[in-house]
Every structure is written in C-alpha cells, then in structure tokens.
C-alpha cells in the first residue's frame, strides 16, 4: 500500500460491491474515518472518494452497478480503486484495451496529470498511437529479454516496424513525425 498499484487487463477482475461507491469504499475500508492498513492519511474518506470520482469522470456512476458499465466506464472506475491506493508506482496491463478513441484522450490526459504528482506509470500495451502519444520512454520485450529501449520519439521514428501509421505515411517527408499531432505540427511549419 502507498507504492505500487496494478491495473489489470480485465477491470472486471477489481469489482466485488453491488455500487461504484460501495466498491470505492471497500477500496479504503469502509466508510469509516479511521486510520488503517487500508487508509492511514489524515483526508477524512468522503473527501477522497470526491477527488478520485472527479479525477476519473465517475460522478454520474455512483450509484449503478459496475458491471453495467461499458469499458471505458469500467476501466475507469478500476482505475480510481488503484488510485485509492495512492501508489507511487502504477502498473497497467493493456489500458486502452476496448476504450474508444475520447477516452484513451481522456485516459492520456489523467496520466499526465498523474505524472505531475510524482507517479511513475509504467504501460504494458500493444497500442502503439497511444503509447506514442503519451509515453516518455518505450521498450521493446522478445522472450523475457528487453531488446531496446528508447525516448518514445525516437523509438517509433526509427523503427521501421513497431511504429504509428502517422510514422510510416509521412517518414519520408517529416522522419522525426510519430503522431497525428507531429504531422499537422510539421504541415504547418512547411507551407
């Protein structure tokens, strides 16, 4: 507790109450204000709960079961659990695994916000546009060994495989481009 937290591939797999803020609850240890394993800082539960909810768009969820959730409404509210937990290090296994392209922004957007905090993220994910977009560093895994490791720029600009499509249509005229953003930006710059 306080240092690591993991997402995992199925949010399903964190659900165990009958409500969303039943389950953020049981997250810290009931409804208590009292200091535990579970929940040892001086912020009164209530208060918590309200910043994790704002934080990850939950508001208008609480009182409906998770799972009658679409995915992204699930893999938030996974999300807000393990940030309960407030860990220093943050583990996701595939977050933007059936997310549609507004909330992987979304995604992205509490990520970096999550950053700003001193959260260090660490991604498993096959989705290179949004790792692309949002990573700071990229490594590449064969056979339980790291192969490479770069800044995510510079992997995917010069990776002639494990790239973005905004990489591998405009590489010969904008090399360094990886993202739909880098390609306008460099449009703009040349007319």
Do not use: W
């Not at 290179?128 to 770069?150: H, I, M, P």
């Amino acid at each position: 507790r306080g240092y690591l937290g993991v997402l995992p591939q199925n949010p399903q797999s964190m659900f165990v109450k009958k409500t969303v803020k039943e389950d953020l609850y049981a997250m810290i240890g009931g409804k208590k204000d009292r200091k535990s394993d579970e929940y040892s800082i001086d912020m009164k539960k209530a208060e918590a709960i309200e910043g994790i909810v704002s934080l990850t768009n939950l508001e208008r969820l609480l009182q409906r079961h998770p799972y009658d959730f679409s995915g992204a409404e699930q893999q938030r509210l996974a999300l807000a659990k393990v940030l309960l937990l407030r860990p220093r290090l943050l583990l996701m296994d595939e977050p933007t695994k059936g997310l549609d392209a507004e909330y992987k922004e979304e995604l992205g957007k509490v990520l970096k916000k999550l950053q700003e905090h001193g959260i260090t993220i660490f991604m498993i994910s096959h989705d290179v546009e949004f790792v692309a977009e949002y990573a700071d560093r990229v490594g590449l895994f064969f056979d339980g060994y790291e192969v490479t490791s770069k800044p995510a720029k510079e992997f995917f600009a010069g990776n002639n495989f494990y790239t973005t499509a905004a990489n591998r249509m405009a590489r010969h005229y904008f090399p360094e481009v990886v993202t739909g953003k880098d390609v306008i930006r460099c449009l703009k710059e040349n007319l």
